[in-house]
Nanobody, 116 residues
Framework: QVQLVESGGGLVQPGGSLTLSCAAAGSISSCRYMGWYRRAPGKERELVATTTSSGSANYADSAKGRFTISRDNAKNAVYLQMNVLTPDDTAVYYC??????????WGQGTQVTVSS
C-alpha cells in the first residue's frame, strides 16, 4: 500500500508562495487520482486540487489561478505550488491517493500558516 509523506509547509507572509511536496513510499501508479486537501481550524476538510494519472488537473474555486498541482510518476511524488497566499489559506494540507479500487490513502498533513 502506498504511504504518503508531506513536506514543505511553514509560515509565510500574505502574498507569498510555498511549494508542498508529497513523497510516496510505493508506486503511485496505484493511485488513479492524487490530490491535496486542507482542513482549516474549525472547518471540514476540503478539496484543493487533484490530478489524474495522465496529469489532468482539477481545482477548487479558491485555488484556481493561484495554485498548481503536478505529479511526477517517475519520482512517485505530487506537488502543490501555491502563490499569492492569503490568511484564508491557513490550514493543515493533506496529500491523498485514491486508488483504482476507490480506497483512500492519506498523509499525516503539513501545516501552512499565512500571517504577517
Amino acid at each position: 500500500q502506498v504511504q504518503l509523506v508531506e513536506s514543505g509547509g511553514g509560515l509565510v507572509q500574505p502574498g507569498g508562495s510555498l511549494t508542498l511536496s508529497c513523497a510516496a513510499a510505493g508506486s503511485i501508479s496505484s493511485c488513479r487520482y492524487m490530490g491535496w486537501y486542507r482542513r482549516a481550524p474549525g472547518k471540514e476538510r476540503e478539496l484543493v486540487a487533484t490530478t489524474t494519472s495522465s496529469g489532468s488537473a482539477n481545482y477548487a474555486d479558491s485555488a484556481k489561478g493561484r495554485f498548481t498541482i503536478s505529479r511526477d510518476n517517475a519520482k512517485n511524488a505530487v506537488y502543490l505550488q501555491m502563490n499569492v497566499l492569503t490568511p484564508d489559506d491557513t490550514a493543515v494540507y493533506y496529500c491523498n491517493c485514491r486508488t483504482w479500487y476507490g480506497s483512500d490513502r492519506w498523509g499525516q498533513g503539513t501545516q501552512v500558516t499565512v500571517s504577517s
